[in-house]
T-cell receptor, first 110, second 115 residues
Framework: ETGVTQSPTHLIKTRGQQVTLRCSSQSGHNTVSWYQQALGQGPQFIFQYYREEENGRGNFPPRFSGLQFPNYSSELNVNALELDDSALYLC?????????FGPGTRLTVT | AQSVAQPEDQVNVAEGNPLTVKCTYSVSGNPYLFWYVQYPNRGLQFLLKYITGDNLVKGSYGFEAEFNKSQTSFHLKKPSALVSDSALYFCAVRTLYNQGGKLIFGQGTELSVKP
């Protein structure tokens, strides 16, 4: 196990709702990245935070937003949920070359 | 644009036989390449990386990968497959993006090892 934890494990939301996913990074890691993995696909980069600042963003709309806290834990917020947002959301923490992934949060939008 | 291709959706191997999972990449500049494995309902586990140096990289669980610059490939290999190696394998290339760097993943290859 990597030491990266995510909560919740699963959740079900209705289209149009808002959701917050949480990630605790591995001790000492100051960088957190978020990825979306749709069924049967490879993970897609959403954004990255380094020392509480956004440090790069993938091709996702502004309704995907995030935060990183002083202890380097992080949140991913998604507003106005759409059916296509159903996916496994992975966070990864890093202090160098390797990114260590958490187990993911499975989001289902109905 | 940087990209990774895994040409095989599925690879089937008999236990004890060698296995190869293929990956090709397209990057501008030096490639930084990774292999990850994903078991059902789990996150990604790091297997190995190529940053610089020897073209043959050894990683976790007996896996290795060969970096071939001329063929822009980074194939994952194992001399003798185990049933427990059955999983989804992802190749990824990293962009140099300050501290962490974002990973660009291939579509994944499902490895099935039969007894």
């Amino acid at each position: 196990e990597t030491g990266v934890t995510q909560s919740p494990t699963h959740l079900i939301k209705t289209r149009g709702q808002q959701v917050t996913l949480r990630c605790s990074s591995q001790s000492g890691h100051n960088t957190v990245s978020w990825y979306q993995q749709a069924l049967g696909q490879g993970p897609q980069f959403i954004f990255q935070y380094y020392r509480e600042e956004e440090n790069g963003r993938g091709n996702f709309p502004p309704r995907f937003s995030g935060l990183q806290f002083p202890n380097y834990s992080s949140e991913l917020n998604v507003n106005a949920l759409e059916l296509d947002d159903s996916a496994l959301y992975l966070c990864a923490s890093s202090d160098g070359w390797e990114q260590y992934f958490g187990p993911g949060t499975r989001l289902t939008v109905t | 644009a940087q990209s990774v291709a895994q040409p095989e959706d599925q690879v089937n191997v008999a236990e004890g036989n060698p296995l190869t999972v293929k990956c090709t990449y397209s990057v501008s500049g030096n490639p930084y390449l990774f292999w990850y494995v994903q078991y059902p309902n789990r996150g990604l586990q790091f297997l190995l990386k190529y940053i610089t140096g020897d073209n043959l990289v050894k990683g976790s669980y007996g896996f290795e990968a060969e970096f071939n610059k001329s063929q822009t490939s980074f194939h994952l290999k194992k001399p003798s497959a185990l049933v427990s190696d059955s999983a989804l394998y992802f190749c990824a290339v990293r962009t140099l993006y300050n501290q962490g760097g974002k990973l660009i993943f291939g579509q994944g290859t499902e490895l099935s090892v039969k007894p």
